[in-house]
């Protein structure tokens, strides 16, 4: 049986070439980044490099990376790091649909004191810019809103965003953890303050990631004791790993148009194929402004868990928009938050394809599907068939 994997916003595979960058940094070139000496010299060149493959992937300074151990910790550095500099109560805006590793820090400082405002979605998982105009009109302000979605691939108009953000006098996150390597990422061409990546989900380990920090940016460091990183981040970088997140950042700025455009195609025969041959079946999330790898479609009257175990049988991984947590089928906080039915949010699957998916993994999930859909309705507890 060939495995096929459509699972690439939860992880993707590691390339060939990063680990190949990454093997002379774990075997001979051992030295810590921070010793005078030799040993610690000729690394530090290649960590310098690196930084300068991330910030190019941005369009950034090289002076503006700063290597994490991944996306969670940047998004946690980024929020709390700028309430903390503020020196003052703030006000935390987010957004609903936001990832964990954000509405957890930003929850966690409501409790401390702060105002949270959590900005409410459309049906199509699009902002509610109003009800941000108005959240920045309630006083100074550190607000965190993802480029895009890891559950529906929906892209916030982040640049839109910035401007607004800057116009209320506030300090502006954005978690591109599935952005970066996906699409155009330009922190020349919006007022974005800071921004988190994390090296898994473009083809290097999991582990690192990277923030970047604007120039000017007040952000109190979240780890403290050492001065690598410009007292940025404390701890001895993790440099086979950085090495590689460097690589990986080249590999998606080298190939990016042409991996977008096949992303996309690729993307969309899955979806027009699972409309065309599975009944109630619909698409959740805004299908222009979206990531071109990702599809999340519901089949209505099924679980999503049912499907994933049947194409698991079958070889084909992909992920459910719901987490089973102990035992009990927690539903997506992002579907839910876009309205989407009771019956369809239970049997939505994310596709998420990577450059390494091919024609014969869409054609083999296309050919499966529609049996699994039909099977399951015929088990189906909803009493729809
Ligand atoms: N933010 C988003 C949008 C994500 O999808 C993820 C991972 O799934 C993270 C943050 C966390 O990244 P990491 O796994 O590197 O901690």
Redesign the pocket.
Known sequence: MRNIYLDN???TQPAPEVLAAMEPFLRDLWGNPSSMHRFGGQVKRHVERAREQVAALVHADPAEIIFT???????NTAIRGAVEAAMQRMNVVTSRV?????LAPCRYLAEKGCRLHEIAVDAEGQLDMVQLGEALRDGPAVVSL?????ETGVIFPIPEIAEMVKAAGGVLHT????AVGKVPVDMRKTAVDML?M????IHAP????ALFVRKGTRVHPFLLGGHQEESRRAGTENVPYIIGLGCACEMARLGLEKEQAALAMRRDRLEKGLLATCPDARVNGDRVHRLPNTLNISFEYIEGESILYMLSDVGIAASSGSACTSGSLEPSHVLRAMGVPFTAVHGSVRFSLSRYTTDQDIGATLEHMPGIVRRLREMSPFGRK
């Open positions: 916003n939860a992880t151990s991944c996306g969670t910790e940047s998004d936001e990832h964990p590793a954000v993802m480029w895009a979605n890891n978690d591109a953890v599935q988190s994390s090296g898994h989900k999991k582990g690192v990631g």
